[in-house]
């Protein structure tokens, strides 16, 4: 039991938006212009939650801070660029008792040519993540997206195949994010850039996150560890 310090920061968004552009323009480009900006923001948040620094910004899942970071040793038949069943299993395999029903993998563009290739090499072969007719000697795993039951996430702020956290096995119940109550706010002002004929937008989020847990935790055996956070390297 502990005590954890978190104080907002900001994530702010600037566009400036000339005379001709805002009187121009085809019907509901404002309108998708302030969606936009409101996503660049909400990814920023999730670059964030993925490899934050801490530093003015939420400590990340994959960041030095956080101790309960579990990195296992990638298979040595797998390569060096490869992601095996086994690497895949042993990520599970470490998860905490509280997070098997409700894991998430987070995997980046190249990770996903290896996972929908993924093999159950002690059943002939068997694939692994996208076999959604299995015979009886397989696995009924269903469509990919639903291998052992996890929530499959693409996103583009996993790191390089081959690398720490090309594919995160996690349960994101065990990060906290607190933000403002009032979500992102938009302001605009028409004196900053008067003399040019501009008109200034912005918008900010003021939020803050971090993992839950100080470090692994020890199994009663006391040698191994589990945690709602595990990578390969």
């Not at 805002?22 to 999730?46: H, Q, V, W, Y």
């Not at 929908?116 to 269903?142: C, H």
């Not at 009032?182 to 003021?206: N, P, Q, V």
Request: aromatic share 10%.
């Amino acid at each position: 039991v502990g005590r954890l310090r978190m104080e907002l920061e900001k994530i702010t968004a600037l566009w400036y938006g000339t005379d001709e552009i805002l009187n121009d323009s085809l019907p509901g480009f404002g309108t998708k212009t302030m969606e936009n900006f409101g996503k660049a923001i909400t990814r920023k948040l999730e670059k964030e939650i993925i490899s934050g620094t801490g530093v003015g910004q939420c400590i990340g899942i994959l960041d030095t801070a956080n101790a309960s970071l579990i990195t296992l040793t990638r298979s040595a038949g797998a390569g060096v660029a490869a992601i095996s069943y086994s690497d895949f299993t042993g990520m599970m395999g470490r998860l905490y008792e509280g997070g098997q029903g409700n894991v998430t993998v987070l995997y980046g563009w190249p990770a996903w040519t290896q996972l929908v290739r993924m093999t159950y090499f002690g059943n002939a072969g068997v694939q692994l993540v996208n076999n959604p007719n299995p015979t009886n000697d397989q696995i009924p795993i269903g469509s990919f997206g639903q291998a052992f039951g996890a929530d499959w996430v693409k996103t583009e702020f996993c790191k390089a195949l081959g690398t720490d956290g090309d594919v995160i096995v996690c349960d994101l119940s065990q990060y906290i994010l607190a933000m403002q109550t009032r979500g992102t706010e938009m302001a605009t002002s028409i004196h900053f850039r008067f003399d040019t004929g501009e008109k200034a937008f912005r918008w900010t989020l003021r939020a803050i996150g971090a993992p839950l847990w100080r470090t692994t935790l020890t199994l009663d055996d006391n040698a191994t560890t589990v945690s709602p956070f595990i990578v390969i390297d």
